[in-house]
């Protein structure tokens, strides 16, 4: 038996991908605000995604993309 996953699962992977894939310095900041603001994942769903992956890859990377996309949350 197949399992699938709910759309929030799935969106909330997309947006870990796309935050992976910014901390590992493979793509710009412009490019992961682009998907993750258009992914649809609420503001609670996306600070989830960020503090599980707050020892990932670059700290200030982290810092940027945090405070770009909540500026109220530093």
């Known amino acids: 038996m197949i399992q699938t996953r709910s759309l929030n699962q799935a969106v909330t992977r997309y947006v870990r991908n796309c935050a992976r894939t910014y ?4 793509q710009s900041l412009k490019w992961a605000m682009g ?4 992914s649809g994942l609420s503001l609670q769903g996306v600070e989830t995604v960020l503090d599980d992956l707050r020892g990932y890859g670059n700290p200030r990377a982290w810092q940027a993309l945090n405070e770009a996309l ?3 949350r530093q």
């Open 70 to 72: 909540n500026p109220s």
């Open 23 to 26: 901390l590992e310095g493979e």
């Open 35 to 38: 998907c993750i603001t258009h």
